[in-house]
T-cell receptor, first 114, second 110 residues
Framework: EAQVTQNPRYLITVTGKKLTVTCSQN?????MSWYRQDPGLGLRQIYY???????DKGDVPEGYKVSRKEKRNFPLILESPSPNQTSLYFC?????????????FGPGTRLLVL | QKEVEQDPGPLSVPEGAIVSLNCTYS??????FMWYRQYSRKGPELLMY????GNKEDGRFTAQVDKSSKYISLFIRDSQPSDSATYLC??????????FGAGTQVVVTP
């Protein structure tokens, strides 16, 4: 089954404790992206990757890091989480990043930073 | 000011009515326009995609883009309770980068 998986689905942590949210897709997609979703603000793009070792900033990259060492995986790293990073996070992928292509979204990771 | 503005609703309509959704934007570089549907506790899914201005129809859904007014619309005909969801507009001027609206919550009552 074609899918995007994210782990963990729910996470409660404390300020400053480094964490990683994993994202994996099994569709051999070149393009992957991370978003955060907050009430009243909709989805905002954090980082995206056009292929292995090719990443670029979205609209809200501050406080986040990503890496793309393998085509299927695109982890999101919070080196020193802060309460303003409490949010719902989605990973997405598509074949090549073309805007007419369907982006497949993961189930979301709900993060609470205390 | 946000680049993409969308009324968050909620928008409540009776079953069978036409649902009318819209977004305005400020960046004239946007050329690609999309509508996504998001059910509660799920990720968004692409509904409609339009390049540049014009109309596009797919079943009960019609998307319109008016670049001169920087205004896009989505119409849902013969609405069903299963159409109850949050609808997000999205747009882009460059490969890979997407700007989303805040989303409009739609409730279709039987």
């Amino acid at each position: 089954e074609a899918q995007v998986t994210q782990n963990p689905r729910y996470l409660i942590t404390v300020t400053g404790k480094k964490l990683t949210v994993t994202c994996s897709q099994n569709m051999n997609h070149e393009y992957m992206s991370w978003y955060r979703q907050d009430p009243g603000l909709g989805l905002r793009q954090i980082y995206y990757s056009m292929n292995v070792e090719v990443t670029d900033k979205g609209d809200v990259p501050e406080g986040y890091k990503v890496s793309r060492k393998e085509k299927r995986n695109f982890p999101l790293i919070l080196e020193s989480p802060s309460p303003n990073q409490t949010s719902l996070y989605f990973c997405a992928s598509s074949f090549s990043g073309g805007l007419e292509e369907t982006q497949y979204f993961g189930p979301g990771t709900r993060l609470l930073v205390l | 000011q946000k680049e993409v503005e969308q009324d968050p609703g909620p928008l409540s309509v009776p079953e069978g009515a036409i649902v009318s959704l819209n977004c305005t934007y400020s960046n004239s570089a946007f050329q690609y326009f999309m509508w996504y549907r998001q059910y509660s506790r799920k990720g968004p899914e692409l509904l409609m995609y339009t390049y540049s201005s014009g109309n596009k129809e797919d079943g009960r859904f019609t998307a319109q883009v008016d670049k001169s007014s920087k205004y896009i619309s989505l119409f849902i005909r013969d609405s069903q309770p299963s159409d109850s969801a949050t609808y997000l507009c999205a747009m882009s001027g460059s490969w890979g980068k997407l700007q989303f609206g805040a989303g409009t919550q739609v409730v279709v009552t039987p």
